[in-house]
């Protein structure tokens, strides 16, 4: 009678380790997204603000110690990197302990120059150059939402997708286009663009007007 003990036992530490396991992820979910809005390199603080759908822009204070890594990039092939790639305006992926309110102190720092949002796709509406915005129009369950894009000198236009994209520029940004954008920001906000692409038009009996899959 010692197996089924044994298979009892062996499975109470497969359930905690799969328990820690669980917590860990869940630790390790962003407690902090957004982009830098300064640094103070002294007490190696910084404070990035973080826009989530259908709330206001938040600036939350992220702390950092001698145990905080950190990465250039979001992908798993990210490169090492140090708390002096944290720059003004450039996007971060904050993991650690605290809440936005009173600060988060960082365990690991995830840095890109562009944002870490899944790309809102639509069609363009109309377009104000003199103003680098544009008028980006979503479609979801049947409904058509108009959202506002900026654009800055940073933004990254580029023609196509994949390995076939090319660089392209803001006068490739026109009425009626389809476009994918990639940045900071909600529907109820708008968005500010690290990255806008220009796709193909949408299949006969596709998604038409898009959707935003993201945030």
Do not use: C
Not at 160 to 172: F, I, K, L
Not at 179 to 204: C, F, K, N
């Amino acid at each position: 009678m010692r197996v089924p003990s044994t298979i009892a036992i062996v499975a109470a530490i497969a359930l905690s380790f799969g328990l820690a396991a669980s917590s860990q992820a869940q630790r390790q979910r962003p407690a902090a997204q957004g982009m830098v809005k300064s640094v103070d390199e002294t007490a190696k603080t910084f404070v990035v603000t973080t826009t989530r759908r259908g709330a206001e822009a938040r600036d939350v204070t992220v702390k950092t110690d001698a145990s905080t890594t950190f990465t250039n990039g979001f992908g798993p092939n990210a490169a090492a990197g140090t708390f002096s790639d944290v720059k003004v305006g450039k996007y971060v992926r904050v993991a650690g302990d605290g809440t936005p309110e009173t600060g988060v102190t960082a365990k690991t720092i995830a840095i890109s120059d562009r944002a870490p949002a899944r790309g809102t796709v639509g069609v363009v509406k109309s377009v104000d150059a003199a103003g680098h915005s544009f008028v980006l129009t979503l479609r979801r369950g049947g409904q058509e939402r108009d959202v506002t894009v900026k654009w800055t000198d940073q933004t990254k236009v580029m023609l196509g997708r994949g390995a076939q994209a090319q660089a392209g520029s803001a006068n490739d940004i026109a009425t009626g286009k389809r476009v994918s954008v990639q940045g900071e920001g909600s529907p109820e906000a708008g968005y500010t663009a690290a990255q806008i692409q220009v796709l193909p038009p949408a299949p006969p009996g596709g998604a038409g007007a898009g959707a935003a899959p993201g945030r």
